[in-house]
């Protein structure tokens, strides 16, 4: 069953906060967060392993709540180049490797 | 080096073509996929492969037909395919068996069906 993000759409100046949140109606094992610019392939931000687990990445974080089924991506004093496509992407059970994607949110900095 | 390579970058073909698409890896990963992805809209699975043998079949029409002949490349070959067929095809490839699987896309192929 596809994980529902939100916002669809953020719209941001640079230099602002967003988050990014990503639920699943299923246990999760992992979530992984991805980001693809138009044309592109998608990117690997990050992987969340257990409940409660944060991971950064420059300015770019996440947060992982296994009771909730929820993750959460964080981008602080955004720049131009985060614009895109942000997908979260989440396994259960033993097939690891079988993601299924959000339907993405549009992150759209500008200057 | 997490680079996934795909061949062709664009393809046109018409409905009665037969085509390929290929994928190259060469970071040791033993699994590897094909996605479809359509415009605004997030990859979907097609296949997966796991130690050179299919896994996994989204329920893909017979037109789709993938094969791995190593472990370090995949095809997808393309046979009578529908103009709805038009969409980014995208490679991936991991090291399965760990949680911390994380799955490294290439740049994708094109296609379009007219």
């Known amino acids: 069953q596809q994980p529902v993000q939100s916002p669809q759409a953020v719209i941001l100046r640079e230099g602002e906060d967003a988050v990014i949140n990503c639920s699943s109606s299923?246990?999760?094992?992992?979530v992984h967060w991805y980001r693809q610019k138009h044309g592109e392939a998608p990117v690997f931000l990050m992987i969340?392993?257990?409940?409660?687990e944060q991971k950064g990445h420059e300015k770019i974080s996440a947060s992982f709540n296994e009771k909730k089924q929820q993750s959460s991506l964080y981008l602080t004093a955004s720049q131009l180049s985060y614009s895109g496509t942000y997908f979260c992407?989440?396994?259960?059970?033993?097939?690891?490797?079988?993601?299924?994607f959000g339907q993405g949110t549009i992150l759209t900095v500008h200057p | 080096d997490t680079e996934v390579t795909q061949t062709p970058k664009h393809l046109v073909m018409g409905m009665t073509n037969k085509k390929s698409l290929k994928c190259e890896q060469h970071?040791?990963?033993?699994?590897m996929y094909w996605y479809k992805q359509k415009a605004k809209k997030p990859p979907e699975l097609m296949f997966v492969?796991?130690?050179?043998?299919?896994?996994i079949n989204e329920s893909v029409p017979s037109r789709f037909s993938p094969e791995c002949p190593n472990s370090s490349l995949l095809n997808l070959h393309l046979h009578a395919l529908q103009p709805e067929d038009s969409a980014l095809y995208l490679c991936?490839?991991?090291?399965?068996?760990?949680?911390?699987?994380?799955?490294?896309f290439g740049p994708g192929t094109r296609l379009l069906v007219l």
């Open positions: 299923k246990a999760l094992y992992s």
């Open positions: 969340l392993l257990k409940g409660g």
């Open positions: 492969y796991s130690y050179e043998k299919l896994s």
């Open positions: 970071m040791g990963h033993r699994a």
């Open positions: 991936a490839s991991s090291q399965p068996g760990t949680r911390q699987e994380t799955q490294y």
């Open positions: 992407g989440t396994a259960g059970g033993t097939s690891y490797g079988k993601l299924t």
